[in-house]
């Protein structure tokens, strides 16, 4: 016995006149379907069951202070897609908004219908005072990172053109040429108007990082210049010497 007379075999035993029966031929709104193995399913029609389910939509009418405002809205959202609609025509963000629906407020993440939330139904919009709070001090704190990185760009832009004066006058000493010592002090009293600069500076996460780094650095270029003091004033006791010896400069720097 072929396998096709087997599946006719067990369909009649099951009371079923044909192995493959679709709803056109009056055998209900499943058809059926022969698996591997020979078993036989009733085959489900995903493209019916998504047809068949309409998802109304429902007007609601929140009211913010004394204004209403009426939005049409599908009945299976969420409070915080109701909160994003709300944001352009009240003006408020979805973070500052507090929705209340029945005197209890609503979380974002809950569902309309699971609320009972229907057609013309009435929602209170109000101020959340600590989302605000919170975002003003966002606000103010990007504000300040923003103003710090400003002041330690300038100061970095500085401190490069004295670092140039610093590397020409090295180069100069080092080559045995004596310079005014007034010029080693100028560029030692510009370098710590620089140092005071960056001590005002109110600066958090990344922007006290490079804070730091230019402090040091500064700080490196001072100390330079103070074993080039001592340098220049060896070269005019010693007749312009241009190997006056090396000379061991110890400099304490307070902790910033």
């Not at 909160?83 to 500052?96: H, N, V, Y």
């Not at 990185?149 to 610093?166: G, M, Y």
């Not at 710590?192 to 600069?197: A, F, N, P, V, W």
């Not at 003091?229 to 110890?250: A, D, F, H, W, Y």
Request: with cysteine; glycine share 8%.
């Amino acid at each position: 016995m072929n396998k096709d007379n087997m599946i006719r075999m067990k369909t009649k035993a099951a009371g079923i006149s044909s192995p493959v029966k679709s709803a056109g031929a009056g055998g209900g709104s499943e058809a059926w379907e022969v698996r591997p193995g020979g078993m036989l399913v009733q085959r489900r029609s995903s493209d019916y069951t998504q047809n068949s389910i309409h998802v109304p939509y429902i007007r609601v009418k929140v009211k913010y202070g004394r204004s209403y405002h009426e939005v049409n809205i599908n009945s299976q959202a969420s409070f915080g897609e109701l909160k994003k609609m709300l944001a352009e025509p009240m003006g408020l963000s979805s973070q500052d908004q507090k929705l209340i629906y029945k005197d209890k407020e609503r979380d974002s993440k809950t569902f309309l219908d699971v609320a009972g939330v229907k057609d013309g139904s009435k929602i209170m919009l109000i101020d959340d005072e600590l989302s605000k709070e919170r975002g003003n001090l966002e606000l103010i704190k990007t504000a300040k990172m923003e103003k710090a990185s400003k002041e330690i760009a300038a100061i970095r832009s500085e401190v490069d053109k004295l670092a140039k004066q610093v590397a020409l006058t090295e180069l100069e000493i080092n080559c045995g040429k004596k310079v005014v010592e007034t010029v080693l002090l100028n560029l030692i009293e510009l370098l710590m108007t620089q140092l005071i600069k960056l001590d005002g500076i109110s600066a958090e996460g990344d922007m006290k990082i490079q804070r730091r780094m230019q402090v040091k650095r500064v700080q490196k270029y001072i100390e330079t210049l103070d074993i080039l003091k001592i340098r220049n004033s060896s070269l005019g006791s010693m007749g312009n010497e241009r190997n006056p010896g090396p000379v061991v400069v110890t400099t304490k720097w307070e902790t910033f």
